[in-house]
């Protein structure tokens, strides 16, 4: 950038504008003299909060995190139901699902660029940009986002050693015997509350819920962050005050981040920082770790966390996350979205202030039951991740998986039938409908690697897949050359789809024949991938071109694709390589990618992939899991509907995957605007799959997804219970 002065007939380059812009004011003894890092607070005040363990420690997701400093894996996607049709009361922030990046500009690679990125961020008053003075330097420094019990304790003492720092703590709780009545106008005081605390020169708003007894009952946190951001916005206010929230249910890394997108600048989440402080006392962890050091393990594991939502929309820092509101509503009703979340989509309709106010005393009689009740020790298990009897619903429990393996391995019809809950009323005759046999063409696999599931189970997909007239997915990495040549019976166990992806392992001149580029994964989007090395066998590792035992990483971006024109060169690339091929891009719902597929089709891709937010996977994050993407109903019908409307939908052809399972998915898919349609999970268990979710960690009893030679010998599935 360069400064013109046409009056004084003088340019500057970039560097002299700059320089001279830093020295028309010292700001470095400004900085020196009126910033605030909360690390130096620390030091100067005492401790004098006590905390009341009364809470069971959720071992399934902070042990992981304070003792390996990672935030917790998964497998095999999410089967849950999305939370606006959950039939247990879910917390409120799972009704946003992350945005991310695709095509149009790549997410960031955060194990080599990491270096790049921050979480230490700026808060407090604001002044103005053109009237720069030396109070304008007085801000408050966080290194991390989430706070400690001490660091939070810091911010409430504040004014003791920086006296202009006040603070003003907001309950956010109301009395029960208000109703659901008492839900909207809590809302309303509460912003009334902040406006004057910024006018009493309040510096920090604390919004805080641990008020919670027999009779108050919590709005959820993200609500009143909302309304209260929009609330200072509308009045001119937000620059002059940090906004903190002090909640126990921001437990996972997605709540924090969705905090933080709608206008949180700090989190102090107790009842985690609770649950920590329990840890050393109750010798849940072998290690001799302080609770300083579990503290710090897990902070250290929240913001890798955090730092991994911002490089999928490609954001380098904490302050241009904060506000930004990158996220979806599912299912969340108009009048919520106008008050509290102002400008976020919302496409479903659905969840009001009432159902929230709801969902709000069915959480508080679990905590105060109304009477006396006897209940297990210890905290229910909501079966979120894992199925458990009583609680969340999955779509594969153990009665499906049950009924879909006897239906295939018994050819039980009545067993199917209780499967696919299908009616038998046909509208037309039987005659008259496409045959089976010609539907089943437009059928394939999902993208799943020689390497995530063995090599039996990957050849019998295949097999399967030719002797329907479909295709098979190779998955990243290839397969074995050897499988390409047909077999004494007349089959073979070649794939007809080749996947590259970020990694390309296994790429080569003669791997290119149906070609699928992976833009993004629907279980793991603008994460990348791992196969963990205890998963690369001799037999993968010469497949892949790599060495046995060493993980293997595909970076979360495509480094030769950063625009819509590298992916057309790469498409091109591609079919000078083998013209008849096909090209497939796959993509993943969200709201917008009707216009990103529309950029894909005139890159000459002959077929779109929809995915979806239950796609499976071999090993993901679970915040990756379960938070980002959306239906593939809502993608597939936005992008079909673009492409009609920008005169495009005859350029290519559309396909669709995630837990589809029987015809009634199928005739869906195809009404929204799909042409073929992939399946991954249900094949996995019509040949045995019982869904332990322990594929990351190379243990699968049936010997499905591990290279373990002595669980691989259990694998008993057959091409024809594929078919």
Known sequence: MCLVDMTEGWILDNIERKMLTARKYPF??????????????????????????????????????????????????NDAPLACMATQPCLFYILFRQLFAQVTNPPIDLICESNVMLLECYVGAKGNLHALEESQAGQLVLPSPILSVKGFEALQHLRNVKPIWSSKIIDITFEKRAGVSGYSSLLQQICDVASDAVKDHAR??????????????????????????????????????????????AREVHHLCVLLGYGADGIFPYLEMEAILKIPREGLVKASLSENDLTENYRQATDNGILKVMSKMEILTLQSYKYTQIFEALGLHKTVVDWCFLGTASRIQGTTFGLLALDAFDYHKQGYPSCNTVLPPGLPKSGEYHWRDRSEAHINDLVAIANLQEAIQSKNQLAYDTYSQRSNRQSIPLKKVEPWTEL???????????????SKVHSAIAIAMNQLGGKSNTGEGDKDPSRSQIMPNGDTMRSAIKLVASGQFGVTSNYLSDIQINMAQGAKTGEGGKLPGLKVSESIAKTRHSTPGVGLIS?????????????KQLIYNLKCR???ARVLVKLVSEVGVGIVASGVAKAKADYILISVHDGGTGASRWTGIKYARLPWELGLAETHQTLV?????????????????????????????????GFATAPLIAMGCIMMRRCHQNMCPVGVATQDPELRAKFTGQPNHVI
């Open 28 to 77: 470095k003894q400004w900085i020196e003299s009126q910033q605030i890092r909360l690390p130096e607070i620390l030091n100067s005040l005492g401790s004098s909060i006590q905390v009341s363990l009364t809470e069971s420690l959720d071992d399934f997701w902070i042990l992981p995190m304070v003792t390996d400093c990672k935030e917790v894996l998964g497998s095999m996607g």
């Open 204 to 249: 920090i708003i604390i919004l805080s819920d641990p008020a919670v007894r027999p009779e108050p009952v919590a709005v959820p946190a993200l609500a009143a962050t909302g309304a209260v951001h929009h609330h200072l916005i509308a009045t001119k206010k937000c620059s002059k005050v940090a906004l903190i929230v002090e909640t126990g249910k």
């Open 440 to 454: 089943v063409k437009q059928f394939c696999t999902g993208a799943m690697s020689y390497g995530s599931i063995s």
């Open 555 to 567: 970076l979360p971006p495509h480094h030769d694709i950063y625009s819509i024109e590298d992916l």
């Open 578 to 580: 083998n013209p008849r």
């Open 645 to 677: 409307h920008n005169n495009l939908r005859g350029r290519v052809c559309l396909q669709t995957n995630g837990q589809i399972r029987t015809g009634r998915d199928v005739a869906i898919a195809a009404m929204l605007g799909a042409k073929e349609f």
